[in-house]
């Protein structure tokens, strides 16, 4: 890595790519925070839920933010989501919350309360940060960037079975439908919509295990970066 003060690592893709496990793995390697933000909008997924708010009301979420405290804390290395002073991190990976999360992150007000929150610590601490517009929105400046993506089928299987292993039984077609529709809404929506960003390593995991994805992001991020990896 060169000798930049703060090291900000972006990894972007779609849902069941498997950034959040890449990312982290990423972050222990080499020393440095991993900021998982998707679970800052599943805190506020978390809240719509808890007080009967529609995710998708833009006046009723725009109203439950101004009444809203959302933090970030590290436990040695791992996050912890404050909501409203009370540590939520147990709660917010139902599958109820996730699509309330995503649904609530299509609000321009959510996406921008969220990301003035991202800039501060990525600002103050070398991080790797996983999600969909990082690159692109977030931080558009970051030295290093990646696309971390898989073919539909394959992540909706590891979404599958990640749920069944929490005793979900959602079944498969039902997950990769709700994936469909929400790849859908993360690229087609009007404000930072999920894309590569032009100067992002392209890594298709379809046919890679994790540990190889992290040596390929670990390697680019030490090494001279190529234009893509995988398939």
Partial sequence: MNSEKHINIAIDGPGGAGKSTVAKEVARRLGIAYLDTGAMYRGIGYKCLKEAVDPTDAAAVGALL???GLKVEYVGTEQRIILDGEDV???????????AASDASAIPAVRLKLVALQREIAAEHSVVLDGRDIGTYVLPGARYKFFL??????R???????LAAKGSDI??????????????????RDFAPLKQAADAVLIDSSDMCIDDVVEAVVTAVKQPRQSSLGI
């Fill in 66 to 68: 101004e009444r809203t």
């Fill in 89 to 99: 991190t147990p709660f917010i990976r139902e599958y109820a919350v996730s699509k």
């Fill in 149 to 154: 993506t898989a073919r539909e089928e394959v």
């Fill in 156 to 162: 909706a299987k590891r979404r599958h079975d990640e």
């Fill in 171 to 188: 079944g498969f077609d039902k997950v990769l439908q709700d994936m469909r529709i929400r790849d859908a809404n993360d690229s087609q």
